[in-house]
């Protein structure tokens, strides 16, 4: 049973560049969630899909956008790179509607911004 | 008041012992309660969720919930050296709300 995947797992960009990461969930989930953590804090909820369409977001500015395919997987694409968006990008996938659904972590992209 | 609080630690507990970790929310109306073990450099790993006042047990690791005083808390029995981590605490508060609140993590030291 596959668990939840992402690539790259490491990714070093500039400021001002554009990033793609990539999220794939586990099997027989249906729901994407993208969280942002940085270092010494808890994960902070950036958004998440669902039928392919963003149901939820958090407070993150636009720059900050993403995509879910009909297969379920996912993209996170961040504009305009800061310095302090350098952190571990962090998917989580579930399954159904409801708000209660357990989520599960990928590895993360661990993303650097110079 | 955050969200979601726990003590950051170092929480120091000697092999063998138990570790009891705590985490406080401010929604009344918060619905699920999640813990998460993150080594250092990895992703969160999920231990137990919790939905209804009480206890929750699985293996070594009991779950504790009190919705009227706000708080959930992770019992750890016989805590192993490979129990060294930071244990994370998540919130939903329901509502049609989808994502978790995460408090900052409680790191827990387990001396061998």
């Known amino acids: 049973d596959a668990g939840v995947t992402q690539s790259p797992t490491h990714l070093i960009k500039t400021r001002g560049q554009q990033v793609t990461l990539r999220c794939s969930p586990k099997?027989?989930?249906?729901?994407v969630s993208w969280y942002q953590q940085a270092l010494g804090q808890g994960p902070q909820f950036i958004f998440q899909?669902?039928?392919?369409?963003?149901?939820q977001r958090g407070n993150f500015p636009d720059r900050f956008s993403g995509h879910q395919y009909p297969n379920y997987s996912s993209e996170l694409n961040v504009n305009a790179l800061l310095l302090g968006d350098s952190a571990l990008y962090l998917c989580?996938?579930?399954f159904g509607q409801g708000s209660t659904d357990t989520q599960y972590f990928g590895p993360g992209t661990r993303l650097t911004v110079l | 008041q955050k969200e979601v609080e726990q003590n950051s630690g170092p929480l120091s507990v000697p092999e063998g012992a138990i570790a009891s970790l705590n985490c406080t929310y401010s929604?009344?109306?918060?619905?699920?309660f999640f813990w998460y073990r993150q080594y250092s450099g990895k992703s969160p790993e999920l231990i137990m969720s919790?939905?209804?006042?009480g206890d929750k047990e699985d293996g070594r690791f009991t779950a504790q919930l009190n919705k009227a005083s706000q708080y959930v808390s992770l019992l750890i029995r016989d805590s192993q050296p490979s129990d060294s981590a930071t244990y994370l605490c998540?919130?939903?508060?329901?509502?049609?709300?989808?994502?978790?609140?995460f408090g900052t993590g409680t790191r827990l030291k387990v001396l061998a």
């Open positions: 989580a996938s579930s």
């Open positions: 099997s027989g989930h249906d729901t």
């Open positions: 899909y669902y039928e392919e369409e963003e149901r």
């Open positions: 929604d009344r109306v918060s619905q699920s």
């Open positions: 919790i939905y209804s006042n």
């Open positions: 998540a919130v939903n508060t329901g509502s049609g709300t989808y994502k978790y609140i």
